[in-house]
C-alpha cells in the first residue's frame, strides 16, 4: 500500500528556492530508496519551519497565498508520515494516522479511506 502511495503522488513539485519544497523533495526520494529515518529527518526540519512560519499573522493576499501553500505543504507532509509508518510496518500506528487523514479536509482524505478499506478492514 505504501508502495502504491508513494507511485501515486509523484515527485513534489519544487517552487523556485523553496526550502521547505526542496526538504519534501528529498523526502519523498529518501521514502523510495527506503532510507526511512533520513526522510523522516528532512519531515521533521519541514514540519518545524512551516509550524514556525504558520505562527505569524496574515494581513495581505500574498501572505494568505503562502499560508494555503504551507497547509497543502503539512498535508503532504502528514502523508509522507503515514508512507514511513506503513513501509516500517506500524499497522496500528498507520492505521490511526490513516483514520485521522481520512476524516479531515486533507487532499489525501479519499486515498487514505481507500486504503482503510482495503487493507485495514479490521
Known amino acids: 500500500a505504501s508502495m ?3 507511485v501515486e503522488i509523484g515527485a513534489p513539485l519544487t517552487r523556485s528556492d523553496n ?3 526542496e526538504l519534501l523533495s528529498q523526502a519523498y526520494a529518501l521514502i ?3 532510507e526511512l529515518e533520513s526522510a523522516s529527518g528532512k519531515i521533521g526540519i ?3 519551519k512551516i509550524n514556525e512560519l504558520l505562527k505569524g499573522d496574515v ?3 500574498e501572505e494568505q497565498y503562502h ?3 504551507m ?3 503539512k498535508q503532504d507532509i502528514e502523508w509522507y508520515k503515514v508512507m514511513i509508518l506503513m513501509k516500517e510496518g506500524e499497522m496500528f500506528k498507520s492505521r490511526k494516522a490513516l483514520k485521522e487523514i481520512a476524516s479531515s479536509d486533507s487532499r489525501y482524505a479519499e486515498q ?3 486504503i482503510l478499506e482495503t487493507n485495514y478492514p479490521f
Open 32 to 34: 523510495g530508496k527506503n
Open 19 to 21: 526550502e521547505i519544497d
Open 67 to 69: 499560508k494555503d501553500i
Open 4 to 6: 502504491i502511495c508513494y
Open 112 to 114: 487514505a479511506r481507500n
Open 46 to 48: 519541514a514540519e518545524k
Open 59 to 61: 494581513t495581505t493576499e
Open 71 to 73: 497547509v497543502l505543504q
